[in-house]
């Protein structure tokens, strides 16, 4: 194995990007993303401020690597041995990590930093695909075990699902219950049955 550019993996250019996600997530946290600035987050960090500008550029900088970083790592898919299930467990997990008091309100910021920026809303785009991606792993198992029928896009399913959790969340700013995201997860399935997905 060789390493490129001579650079070593880790080290402490990882450790300062370890921290600087960790101190824009906690800033995300407490101030959402109208309040994030690189000079907060460069204090926070204990990384001299121009070397967050230098490496990060801005807060849409920041954000774009939070969620690059966030993007790979693994989500808890279920398996609870039945489409249905599976589809209301990931519906539900949406909604309880919005509404988790630590991490809600980064995926909140995420969103709202989505709305105003587009370097943003590209970085938070491939962060949903790759998730949808890992999700869409319960449809295939559907399809295997002939619970929805050949050619079902996982993709468009698990979109379909969620969506009426992000719409009450963040554009009609309802509360999202169970039975509502058990609806949006049976709502899924039906038209994935029907063939329309």
Not at 19 to 42: C, D, I, K, S, Y
Not at 50 to 62: C, D, I, M, Q
Not at 129 to 150: D, I, N
């Amino acid at each position: 194995m060789t390493l490129e550019s001579g650079k070593r993996p880790g080290g402490r250019s990882a450790r300062v990007r370890d921290a600087v996600r960790q101190a824009t997530l906690a800033e995300l946290a407490e101030h959402g993303f109208g309040g994030l600035t690189v000079e907060n987050v460069a204090e926070r960090s204990g990384v001299h401020k121009t070397t967050v500008y230098r490496r990060w550029g801005n807060v849409e900088g920041l954000i774009a690597d939070a969620l690059e970083l966030a993007r790979d790592e693994p989500w808890p898919v279920p398996d609870t041995g039945s489409v249905e299930g599976d589809l209301r467990e990931i519906v539900r997990l949406v909604r309880t990590g919005f509404g988790d008091p630590e991490a809600g309100p980064v995926a909140a910021a995420f969103v709202a930093a989505a709305m105003q920026s587009p370097d943003a809303a590209r970085s938070l785009h491939d962060f949903l695909t790759a998730r949808h991606e890992q999700s869409a792993e319960v449809v295939r198992r559907a399809v295997a075990r002939g619970e929805l029928p050949e050619g079902v896009d996982g993709h468009e399913v698990v979109r379909v699902a969620i969506a009426p959790v992000y719409y009450r969340l963040f554009v009609s700013h309802e509360p999202v219950t169970d039975d509502d995201a058990d609806r949006a997860a049976a709502a899924a399935l039906a038209a994935a049955r029907a063939g329309v997905l």
